[in-house]
């Protein structure tokens, strides 16, 4: 018998989410043939067989969330060894859930009869104790299996017990039944998992720990749209489509290296901002699965053009599901285009652990006063969403007045290519 662990692919993971069996219990499965579906905090990967043999037993439901080392099956090699099995589970397999949020007396009889500590806060600890919830019970959702205040809430929340509903005439109970069966037809529940399941956890984890300011200011677009008109033919005769986005790519890792700080991070255990002299930039991309960051690494090193190509593989590629954890990791600064679908501008959340990002919004002719005469321009917003423990208001508006300046202008960007 083997077991089949879940493994660390890197960068930080975790646990991964079972989206799909490849796979059902007594089927003959190959070495390297993918047998099921993970996603982890990045991507949604392919997880082969190391072994060739019969799939004896599938320890994880699709949906739940299982910890780096859990086993996901059990494949028959035909060796005589065998797995030692307690209550049910695999010897040191550690905690497995058996369902996206299962209850506190599922996993107390999930995992291996040994006493464990949880790890937690003070803070945490003392809201169990209010609470009256025995922590070392309680799955951490947390980094490390680290329990959290909401799993602490969750936990109090399912132990609660519903008050009795209170009898009702018998003409009154048929009413409310109708109206029951009538209201839950109108509803759907749809389960939070997956890309957006990630995504969810990501937003509420940045918006806790980073203090967010937002500053917005507005760009002149002429020039810039000018620029492009002339270039595209060039770049359609390279196989290349030719947007705005680039020019803003390239914009931004010029600013950086100027204002180190909009290009850093907080490393919270130690109190030290790092602060990163590589500039790989983040493009927020919607897919039918979620939002997806794919990142332009090194763009300080490209040219506008080799910005455009990487731009449009990563995006596609985005969109099939052919991403790698490569082409997801590392991003310093995070740039969301919804200008493409409308909007006049928003408030984007930082990309943690970044510590900025930018969003470009529609272009558009308005009116606007230059040399005390009204005139129609090219318009687009542009909002900076910044790290307010690192990076201050007068230091973020220097940041986009010198965007602004590199892109009204865009020989002035020229100048600046190393």
Same mark, same amino acid.
């Given at each position: 018998?083997?077991?089949?662990? &879940?493994?660390?692919?890197?960068?930080?993971?975790?646990?991964?989410?079972?989206?799909?069996?490849?796979?059902?219990?007594?089927?003959?499965?190959?070495?390297?043939?993918?047998?099921?579906?993970?996603?982890?905090?990045?991507?949604?990967?392919?997880?082969?067989?190391?072994?060739?043999?019969?799939?004896?037993?599938?320890?994880?439901?699709?949906?739940?969330?299982?910890?780096?080392?859990?086993?996901?099956?059990?494949?028959?090699?035909?060796?005589?060894?065998? /797995?030692? /099995?307690?209550?049910?589970?695999?010897?040191?397999?550690?905690?497995?859930?058996?369902?996206?949020?299962?209850?506190?007396?599922?996993?107390?009889?999930?995992?291996?009869?040994?006493?464990? *500590?949880? &790890?937690?806060?003070?803070?945490?600890?003392?809201?169990?104790?209010?609470?009256?919830?025995?922590?070392?019970?309680?799955?951490?959702?947390?980094?490390?299996?680290?329990?959290?205040?909401?799993?602490?809430? *969750?936990?109090?929340?399912?132990?609660?017990?519903?008050?009795?509903?209170?009898? %009702?005439?018998?003409?009154?109970?048929?009413?409310?039944?109708?109206?029951?069966?009538?209201?839950?037809?109108?509803?759907?529940?749809?389960? &939070? *998992?997956? /890309?957006?399941?990630?995504?969810?956890?990501?937003?509420?984890?940045?918006?806790?720990?980073?203090?967010?300011?937002?500053?917005?200011?507005?760009?002149?677009?002429?020039?810039?749209?000018?620029?492009?008109?002339?270039?595209?033919?060039?770049?359609?005769?390279?196989?290349?489509? %030719?947007?705005?986005?680039?020019?803003? +790519?390239?914009?931004?890792?010029?600013?950086?290296?100027? =204002?180190? =700080?909009?290009?850093?991070? +907080?490393?919270?255990?130690?109190?030290?901002?790092? &602060?990163?002299? =590589?500039?790989?930039?983040?493009?927020?991309?919607?897919?039918?699965?979620?939002?997806?960051?794919? +990142?332009?690494?090194?763009?300080?090193?490209?040219? /506008?053009?080799?910005?455009?190509?990487?731009?449009?593989?990563?995006?596609?590629?985005?969109?099939?599901?052919?991403?790698?954890?490569?082409?997801?990791?590392?991003?310093?600064?995070?740039?969301?285009?919804?200008?493409?679908?409308?909007?006049? =501008?928003?408030?984007?959340?930082?990309?943690?652990? !970044?510590?900025?990002?930018?969003?470009?919004?529609?272009? !558009?002719?308005?009116?606007?006063?230059?040399?005390?005469?009204? +005139?129609?321009?090219?318009?687009?917003?542009?909002?900076?969403?910044?790290?307010?423990?690192?990076?201050?208001?007068?230091?973020?508006?220097?940041?986009?007045?010198? %965007?602004? !300046?590199?892109?009204?202008?865009?020989?002035?960007?020229?100048?600046?290519?190393?």
């Amino acid at each position: 018998m083997y077991e089949f662990k &879940l493994p660390d692919i890197g960068e930080g993971m975790h646990e991964g989410e079972i989206r799909r069996w490849l796979v059902r219990e007594g089927e003959q499965v190959a070495v390297d043939q993918p047998i099921v579906e993970v996603q982890t905090d990045k991507v949604t990967a392919e997880m082969p067989a190391p072994v060739a043999g019969v799939v004896s037993r599938l320890c994880a439901a699709e949906g739940s969330v299982v910890p780096v080392g859990s086993v996901l099956a059990v494949i028959d090699t035909g060796s005589d060894e065998r /797995v030692p /099995v307690v209550d049910g589970v695999p010897a040191q397999t550690g905690m497995v859930a058996a369902a996206a949020e299962p209850s506190v007396a599922t996993v107390t009889m999930a995992r291996p009869q040994t006493a464990r *500590r949880a &790890l937690a806060t003070p803070h945490v600890r003392s809201l169990a104790r209010k609470l009256g919830i025995v922590i070392d019970e309680v799955p951490g959702t947390g980094p490390s299996g680290r329990v959290t205040e909401e799993d602490v809430r *969750r936990a109090s929340e399912r132990r609660t017990t519903p008050e009795p509903a209170v009898p %009702l005439p018998a003409a009154r109970e048929s009413e409310w039944r109708a109206a029951s069966v009538a209201s839950a037809n109108a509803e759907e529940r749809v389960p &939070l *998992r997956g /890309v957006r399941r990630r995504i969810a956890e990501h937003m509420v984890k940045s918006v806790r720990v980073i203090p967010h300011v937002t500053h917005v200011d507005e760009m002149e677009m002429d020039e810039l749209h000018a620029l492009r008109d002339r270039l595209r033919p060039y770049a359609e005769a390279r196989g290349t489509k %030719l947007t705005y986005l680039p020019f803003f +790519v390239k914009a931004v890792a010029v600013a950086l290296r100027e =204002y180190p =700080y909009l290009n850093a991070s +907080v490393d919270e255990d130690t109190n030290e901002v790092i &602060l990163k002299r =590589y500039y790989n930039i983040g493009i927020a991309t919607d897919t039918d699965e979620g939002l997806m960051v794919p +990142v332009v690494k090194d763009a300080d090193k490209k040219s /506008v053009l080799a910005i455009a190509a990487e731009i449009s593989d990563l995006v596609a590629r985005c969109r099939s599901g052919k991403l790698t954890l490569q082409d997801v990791s590392g991003g310093t600064f995070t740039i969301t285009n919804v200008g493409p679908i409308g909007g006049l =501008y928003a408030t984007p959340i930082i990309n943690h652990p !970044e510590a900025a990002i930018l969003g470009l919004h529609k272009v !558009e002719p308005r009116q606007v006063v230059r040399n005390w005469e009204s +005139v129609i321009r090219r318009m687009m917003y542009m909002s900076l969403s910044f790290d307010h423990r690192i990076i201050d208001g007068a230091m973020a508006v220097r940041f986009t007045n010198r %965007l602004r !300046e590199l892109l009204e202008n865009p020989e002035v960007l020229f100048v600046e290519l190393v």
